[in-house]
């Protein structure tokens, strides 16, 4: 069995000088992700590369479940490491290595042998061709095809040398913690847990603020959320959520307001609020759900009028998805089953039969003037009194 990974990243490759910050953040992300499987293993660097060494039994399948939710890495190849005992000693153990790892021996190949360490007897090219006849000579199913080899068998040269003929995908992106913190308003819904998905495979950081309005929306809907944030959190890393009572408030919209600008006002105030917890806690944007056209809420008019009550950035990741691409990532990382559960949402129970689709920013705002008298002291009391959960 294979007992150490070959970790490869992407593009990490086009760091320059800060290369290593990224490389660093890498192993620790791996670090932290296999502490959670059973076993022993050792996450290091070495000349440019990121390995995860296994030093006690371990499941293979749980290991790479693991690494597959790691942002930052783009294969997960398995390695034999060989110690350097000559050209011949090489050539045995290529073939004992084919045969374990490709029982069947019935494929097209490619040889790909690297030095990096230059002094080695034959240069790249007379390895490939000296590996490839001995795999030729010794397995007559096997023939060479260098355009579009079923299987590509590389061969690195270092202090030992790495053999590796199988590569596993990651999810890509970049480690988390490299591009700072963002604030996610976490609903539970589909989109939300996927435009935090997304920001964070960008190496982004996540907090998350999720509003409800008990006892209009109940408390197995915020332990909804709470799941969702789990299952993001596999890949994101811990996230504080911020649960913000927003009852009054929007008791106070409903009363108050025309029916037809309820959500757009509401989301106005989400955003505001959203943004004084990022400010506090060191978070350079928010992050939304938000699609365009998804409903009147998400219509450009509307956009822009949410948009207009903040200064902080507001990233939609999802802004140009259909629907049905967001369903696809939903289920992939696992959040679908938990997000169609049919809980109440704060915005569903306060919202008219004819929400505006085309708000006009002065009118708006004409309009929350109205909650003059009592928005400063309620604004102040949902964010003093939010409850604070850490999602590990
Ligand atoms: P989602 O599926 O993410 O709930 P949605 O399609 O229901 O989104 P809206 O209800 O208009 O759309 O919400 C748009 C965005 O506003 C959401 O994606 C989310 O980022 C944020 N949001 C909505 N409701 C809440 C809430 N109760 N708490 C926190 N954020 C919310
Ligand atoms: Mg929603």
């Known amino acids: 069995m294979t007992d150490t990974y070959l970790i490869k990243y992407g593009e990490i490759f086009l760091k320059g000088k800060n290369r290593f910050i990224f490389e660093d953040a890498l192993v620790n992300r791996i670090t932290e992700a296999v502490e959670k499987v059973e076993g022993r293993f050792k996450v290091y660097k070495y000349l440019s590369?990121?390995?995860?060494?296994?030093?006690?039994?371990?499941?293979?399948e749980e290991l790479i479940a693991a690494l597959k939710k790691v942002f930052g890495i783009t294969a997960i190849c398995p390695v034999r490491v060989l110690e350097d005992k000559g050209?011949?000693?090489?050539?045995?153990?290529?073939?004992?290595?084919?045969?374990?790892?490709?029982?069947?021996?019935?494929?097209?190949?490619?040889?790909?042998?690297?030095?990096?360490?230059?002094?080695?007897?034959?240069?790249?090219?007379?390895?490939?061709?000296?590996?490839?006849?001995?795999?030729?000579?010794?397995?007559?199913n096997l023939k060479v095809n260098v355009h579009n080899p079923d299987v590509l068998i590389t061969v690195e040269v270092r202090e030992r040398i790495y053999v590796y003929s199988k590569s596993i995908p990651g999810p890509g992106?970049?480690?988390?913690?490299?591009?700072?913190?963002?604030?996610?308003?976490?609903?539970?819904?589909?989109?939300?847990?996927?435009?935090?998905?997304?920001?964070?495979k960008r190496g982004v950081k996540i907090e998350a603020v999720y509003f409800h309005a008990p006892p209009y929306t109940s408390e197995r809907a915020k332990e909804k959320v709470v799941d969702?944030?789990?299952?993001?959190?596999?890949?994101?890393?811990?996230?504080?959520?911020?649960?913000?009572?927003?009852?009054?408030?929007?008791?106070?919209?409903?009363?108050?307001?025309?029916?037809?600008?309820?959500?757009?006002?509401?989301?106005?105030?989400?955003?505001?609020?959203?943004?004084?917890?990022?400010?506090?806690?060191?978070?350079?944007?928010?992050?939304?759900?938000?699609?365009i056209g998804q409903v009147a809420s998400q219509t450009m008019q509307s956009l822009m009028c949410t948009n207009e009550v903040c200064t902080l950035p507001?990233?939609?990741?999802?802004?140009?998805?259909?629907?049905?691409?967001?369903?696809?990532?939903?289920?992939?990382?696992n959040t679908y089953e938990t997000s169609v559960l049919p809980y109440e949402d704060c915005c569903t129970i306060f919202v008219a039969e004819h929400p505006v689709t085309k708000p006009i920013p002065s009118v708006i705002e004409k309009h929350e003037h109205n909650l003059?008298?009592?928005?400063?002291?309620?604004?102040?009391?949902?964010?003093?009194?939010?409850?604070?959960?850490?999602?590990k």
């Open 228 to 291: 969702l944030a789990k299952i993001v959190s596999a890949y994101t890393g811990p996230i504080k959520l911020h649960v913000i009572n927003f009852t009054d408030i929007q008791m106070a919209i409903y009363q108050k307001c025309p029916p037809d600008e309820l959500t757009i006002i509401m989301r106005r105030y989400m955003m505001r609020i959203a943004e004084h917890i990022a400010l506090e806690n060191g978070c350079m944007g928010l992050v939304t759900g938000e699609s």
């Open 314 to 333: 507001v990233y939609r990741p999802l802004i140009a998805f259909d629907k049905q691409d967001i369903v696809d990532i939903s289920e992939k990382i």
């Open 49 to 60: 590369r990121v390995y995860v060494e296994c030093k006690s039994d371990f499941d293979e």
């Open 87 to 140: 050209f011949d000693d090489l050539k045995e153990q290529l073939v004992k290595y084919v045969a374990e790892v490709h029982p069947e021996a019935d494929f097209t190949f490619k040889m790909l042998c690297k030095r990096a360490r230059k002094n080695y007897p034959l240069n790249s090219q007379e390895m490939n061709c000296a590996l490839g006849e001995v795999l030729l000579d010794s397995y007559p």
């Open 173 to 200: 992106g970049m480690p988390v913690g490299t591009a700072g913190k963002a604030m996610v308003l976490l609903s539970g819904g589909l989109d939300s847990p996927v435009a935090a998905y997304m920001i964070s």
């Open 372 to 391: 003059d008298d009592c928005i400063d002291e309620m604004y102040k009391k949902a964010i003093e009194e939010r409850e604070i959960i850490e999602i």
